[in-house]
């Protein structure tokens, strides 16, 4: 079982920056590909961002590619999500997920109980 634990959301101006965190328990966390997911009001949970558990190859999507960038720290079981150049179509819930020993941008096992950015403008 994996507990993970967003922070770091907030309300920040278009062009302005924001680092999530996202802590987890256990002793695996290195055998977990980590995922950033996030959801804006009316619409499904779209994937961000994911660093894989083997190699930390990092994938993102296209709206984000540029501008966001997911890191991990092994030693502190912890994944970030550095978020650069802010637009108000960024305000959303994000979630970090967790999967296990798999890259992709779907069938993640655990999930966190997400954490609010808001853009204005």
């Known amino acids: 079982q994996v507990q993970l634990v967003e922070s770091g959301g907030g309300l920040v101006q278009a062009g302005g920056s924001l680092r999530l965190s996202c802590a987890a328990s256990?002793?695996?966390?290195?055998?977990?590909?980590m995922g950033w997911f996030r959801q804006a009001p009316g619409k499904d949970r779209d994937f961000v961002a994911l660093?894989?558990?083997?190699?930390?190859?990092?994938s993102y999507a296209d709206s984000v590619k540029g501008r966001f960038t997911i890191s991990r720290d092994n030693a502190k079981n912890t994944v970030y999500l550095q978020m650069n150049s802010l637009k108000s179509e960024d305000t959303a819930v994000y979630y970090c997920?967790?999967?296990?020993?798999?890259?992709?941008?779907?069938?993640?096992?655990?999930w966190g109980q997400g954490t609010q950015v808001t853009v204005s403008s």
């Open positions: 997920a967790a999967a296990w020993r798999r890259v992709g941008t779907r069938n993640y096992d655990y």
């Open positions: 256990g002793r695996t966390f290195s055998s977990y590909t």
């Open positions: 660093i894989s558990w083997s190699d930390g190859r990092t």
